[in-house]
Nanobody, 126 residues
Framework: QVQLAESGGGLVQAGDSLRLSCAAS????????MGWFRQAPEKEREFVAA????????YYADSVKGRFTISRANAKNTGYLQMNSLKPEDTAVYYC???????????????????WGQGTQVTVSS
């Protein structure tokens, strides 16, 4: 299996930026499609962004498109989520996830992912 650990969350003001990191260990990270999800209190876990194994394909939720950028550095076994122009509604626990796949694609459903990190809190004040 692969182990995932998020970092980079914190308390910021609306309009600020944060970059979340997802450090992977265990299996070769480049073998996994990966994504980011978030969950606010009393809400369902929400898809944020996904990136394919190669990094050639990405997909974003409408709520973050144009503001967030997902990327990966396979040689460093690390994935990233750059978050710009943050809004109070972005406040949530953010999770990275990895999906085993025989092809290069961008899974969008939580049930398509096999491994999850423990999450990092992002709080955006108005």
């Amino acid at each position: 299996q692969v182990q995932l650990a998020e970092s980079g969350g914190g308390l910021v003001q609306a309009g600020d930026s944060l970059r979340l990191s997802c450090a992977a260990s265990g299996r070769t990270f480049s073998w996994y499609n990966m994504g980011w999800f978030r969950q606010a209190p009393e809400k369902e876990r929400e898809f944020v962004a996904a990136i394919s194994r190669s990094g050639d394909n990405t997909y974003y939720a409408d709520s973050v498109k144009g503001r967030f950028t997902i990327s990966r550095a396979n040689a460093k076994n690390t994935g990233y989520l750059q978050m710009n122009s943050l809004k109070p509604e972005d406040t949530a626990v953010y999770y990275c996830a990895a999906a085993v796949s025989g092809r290069d694609y961008v899974p969008r459903g939580a049930n398509q992912y096999d491994y999850w990190g423990q999450g990092t809190q992002v709080t955006v004040s108005s």
